[in-house]
């Protein structure tokens, strides 16, 4: 039975920690976002080594689960590199790390989705490849992609609740705290679970906005 009189005393302790739920989740965005670029730009390299190794790295994070690649971080790295990391450090290490393969893909969709006839005129400006991309190329092709970035950060939100499995204490994390001292799981959980609907579902509905107020701007161009 649902008890309501307890579910009233455990909101506060769940709403303490969800600051740290917040952090990892923007602070592994940006570094994912700060990794996806360079990611994509050796991937598009003339350099067949370094394009090639790129592309292995980026497929084996890709194609293993974001779980086993925290344990390496926290459990497997002390013992061969002496490294040991916080548990909090490294759960933002590892979801940045795994989901900046994901958003160097939506980087060179947009990266693709410029005409050629940009890269033609930056050589006939004699552009360099700095200022080409710098001038020309990122400034068209990122901000088209700002909504599927941000469907991304709503993702990678939702997949904090796995840093629980390296003893952060997260949302879900205190919620397993807090059911195992009573013995009351579904209070517990399913208040985490209303927590992040009402996190995400705002968020949702910004990115929808967004995305409408990106495809308005790209029909004002076609005109």
């Given at each position: 039975m649902w008890d309501w009189e307890y579910a009233r005393s455990i909101l506060p302790k769940l709403l303490v920690v969800i600051p740290t739920t917040l952090v990892a989740t923007l602070a592994a965005f940006i570094l994912a976002c700060l990794l996806g670029l360079p990611i994509v730009l050796a991937r598009r390299s003339n350099y067949k080594w370094l394009s090639l190794a790129v592309y292995a790295i980026t497929e084996f994070i890709r194609s293993t689960p974001l779980l086993i690649q925290l344990f390496v971080l926290v459990f497997v790295l002390?013992?061969?590199?002496?490294?040991?990391?916080?548990p909090l450090l490294a759960g933002i290490i590892g979801l940045g790390i795994h989901y900046s393969t994901y958003l160097s893909e939506v980087y060179r969709s947009g990266i693709e989705s410029i005409p050629k006839g940009q890269w033609e005129a930056s050589k006939a400006l004699n552009f360099n490849k700095f200022h080409t991309w710098t001038r020309i190329i990122?400034?068209?092709?990122?901000?088209?992609?700002?909504?599927?970035?941000?469907?991304?950060?709503?993702?990678?939100?939702?997949?904090?609740?796995?840093?629980?499995?390296?003893?952060?204490?997260?949302?879900?994390?205190?919620?397993?705290?807090?059911?195992?001292?009573?013995f009351k799981y579904v209070e517990a959980f399913t208040l985490v679970g209303v927590i992040f609907f009402l996190l995400s579902f705002p968020s949702a509905l910004l990115v929808r906005r967004l995305e409408s107020r990106v495809k308005q701007r790209e029909r004002r161009r076609a005109f």
């Open positions: 002390p013992q061969t590199l002496g490294l040991t990391l916080s990122l400034p068209q092709s990122i901000p088209p992609i700002f909504p599927v970035m941000g469907n991304y950060l709503i993702i990678l939100f939702k997949e904090t609740p796995t840093l629980s499995a390296i003893t952060v204490v997260e949302l879900l994390m205190t919620a397993k705290v807090i059911g195992s001292e009573s």
